[in-house]
């Protein structure tokens, strides 16, 4: 009968004395309550945690750690349904604010980096958020940091990972863009057409002021005329009708050959 009683007990003893040891390592801490309040955070290393006055609250990994969230079907300033899927990048800098101020600091960031998505969604165009990705990435880690400071958590970076439109709203978009750049390639032939008659303008007015200006420009034209492979030219005189036979037989000859 006797074996029936302390065997138990036994038991029970050799249970909580092996619950009062501890060896945490390098990335844990724990957060220790003294009578149900707190006492401290500790670690890492060997603790022995005397039973009934001291208890666990929670052992901490307090190293880098990433966490995707994602906000679902949210309308953009331009009424264009988006899903945004997002990468956060945290850790725990206070592991009491953790513990104590929050019953689970990983749902409640979740809910403060979805809540921060849907706002920022809404608040833009799907243009600017296509191509603002940086600037809205930064803007949400403070954000998020600002609300998550209070429980101990350091928002260290918010990366968006995908932003995920309809198919027929990212070729209507492309369309756009390629309207868009061939208008800017008129634009700029335009522009150097009037430049170049500008500068041609600009020539003729001071080859006009030049004695033998035109002249020397025309020499100047056949001479470049003349480096050409398979050319042939012939000057005469303005309404001269030997010049003009000389060059019909000339030019026979060429198609002949």
């Known amino acids: 009968m006797v074996s029936f009683v302390t065997l138990p007990l036994a038991l029970w003893i050799s249970w909580i004395v092996a619950?009062?040891?501890?060896?945490l390592p390098e990335w844990e801490r724990m957060v220790l309550l003294r009578l149900g309040k707190f006492s401290g955070v500790h670690g890492p290393g060997f603790f022995i945690v005397p039973p009934f006055i001291f208890s666990v609250a929670s052992i901490l990994d307090i190293r880098i750690m990433t966490q995707q969230v994602e906000a679902t079907a949210t309308l953009t300033k331009d009424n264009v349904p988006t899903r945004?899927?997002?990468?956060?990048?945290?850790?725990?800098?206070?592991?009491?604010?953790a513990v104590i101020q929050v019953s689970n600091f990983l749902n409640t960031i979740i809910w403060l980096s979805t809540e921060a998505l849907k706002n920022t969604i809404g608040s833009m165009d799907l243009k600017e958020l296509l191509s603002n990705r940086d600037e809205i990435a930064a803007q949400l880690r403070e954000q998020i940091d600002d609300s998550a400071n209070s429980y101990g958590i350091n928002v260290r970076a918010v990366r968006l990972t995908d932003i995920d439109t309809p198919p027929e709203l990212i070729e209507?978009?492309?369309?756009?863009?390629?309207?868009?750049?061939?208008?800017?390639?008129?634009?700029?032939?335009?522009?150097?057409?009037?430049?170049?008659?500008?500068?041609?303008?600009?020539?003729?007015?001071?080859?006009?002021?030049?004695?033998?200006?035109?002249?020397l420009r025309e020499i100047q034209n056949i001479s470049?005329?003349?480096?050409?492979?398979?050319?042939?030219i012939i000057i005469y005189p303005f309404n001269s009708?030997?010049?003009?036979?000389?060059?019909h037989v000339a030019t026979a000859r060429a198609d002949l050959s």
Not at 90 to 96: A, L, N, R
Not at 173 to 201: C, F, G, S, T, Y
């Open 19 to 23: 619950k009062m040891f501890y060896i």
């Open 84 to 97: 945004v899927t997002a990468a956060l990048e945290y850790e725990i800098v206070d592991p009491q604010k």
């Open 172 to 215: 209507e978009l492309a369309v756009i863009a390629r309207a868009r750049r061939a208008a800017e390639a008129k634009q700029i032939q335009a522009h150097a057409e009037v430049m170049v008659a500008q500068k041609i303008a600009e020539a003729s007015e001071i080859l006009s002021k030049t004695e033998g200006g035109f002249r």
């Open 224 to 232: 470049e005329i003349s480096k050409e492979e398979s050319s042939t």
């Open 241 to 247: 009708d030997d010049g003009k036979n000389l060059a």
